[in-house]
């Protein structure tokens, strides 16, 4: 079956560092790759996805990069902010049959100023 | 992307009674999910509600304990049975968008059983 594997958290970092959060999976076919954010007290909400191999999600400077021959699809940013602190999961959908994501453990990020 | 709502927003339930959350969308959509996350844990998935027939339900859960009903293509309910403490979590309806591959979530009902 589908699987999606996350960095345990909590990942720490202070105000401008480099962000990387990785995240690989195991799927059959051609799964699109999407990272969700959860902000405390909130929901979930898209942050970027990618459906095909070699494309670049981005937002919020935000990116991630689907690489089918590693099975990846880390995130990065290259200064974070402490708003950005956050839980992030990374997920997939299968590209045909079951159309429900598949969820990674999520990340917790937490930017100290 | 389309607009989800959920009501109630939170609830704090005693063991022993049931809940029903409603999950509204602003627009027709196809396929409507039912999420679980408990405290400080990833998201599971509880069923998948069919528009005029009985939700697919993920091993694990069954009809009797999350039974779900889906009117039409705009409206979904997910009612929560004979709740006990391990019931307490955040229950998100999501939507999938007109493309077909992105889902977009409501905002989550909390739930804390006693």
């Known amino acids: 079956g589908n699987s999606v594997t996350q960095m345990e958290g909590p990942v720490t970092l202070s105000e401008e560092a480099f962000l990387t959060i990785n995240c690989t999976y195991t799927a059959t076919g051609y799964p699109s790759l999407f990272w969700y954010v959860q902000y405390p007290g909130e929901g979930l909400q898209l942050l970027l996805k990618a459906t095909k191999a070699d494309d670049k999600g981005s937002n919020k400077g935000f990116e991630a990069t689907y690489r089918k021959e590693t099975t990846s699809f880390h995130l990065e940013k290259g200064s974070v902010q402490v708003s950005d602190s956050a839980v992030y999961f990374c997920?997939?959908?299968?590209?045909?049959?079951?159309?429900?994501?598949?969820f990674g453990s999520g990340t917790r990020l937490q930017v100290q100023p | 992307s389309a607009v989800i709502s959920q009501k109630p927003s939170r609830d704090i339930c005693q063991r022993g009674t049931s809940l029903t959350i409603q999950c509204q969308v602003d627009?027709?959509?196809?396929?409507m999910f039912w999420y679980r996350q408990q405290p400080g844990q990833s998201l599971t998935l509880i069923a998948t509600?069919?528009?005029?027939?009985?939700?697919?339900?993920e091993s694990g859960f069954v009809i009797d304990k999350f039974p779900i009903s889906r009117p039409n293509l705009t409206f979904s309910t997910l009612t929560v049975s004979n709740m006990s403490p391990e019931d307490s979590s955040i229950y998100l309806c999501?939507?999938?968008?007109?493309?077909?591959?992105?889902?977009?979530f409501g905002p989550g009902t909390r739930l804390l059983v006693l």
């Open positions: 509600a069919n528009q005029g027939s009985e939700a697919t339900y």
């Open positions: 997920a997939l959908t299968q590209d045909t049959g079951r159309r429900a994501l598949t």
């Open positions: 999501s939507v999938e968008g007109l493309a077909g591959e992105t889902q977009y």
């Open positions: 627009s027709q959509v196809t396929m």
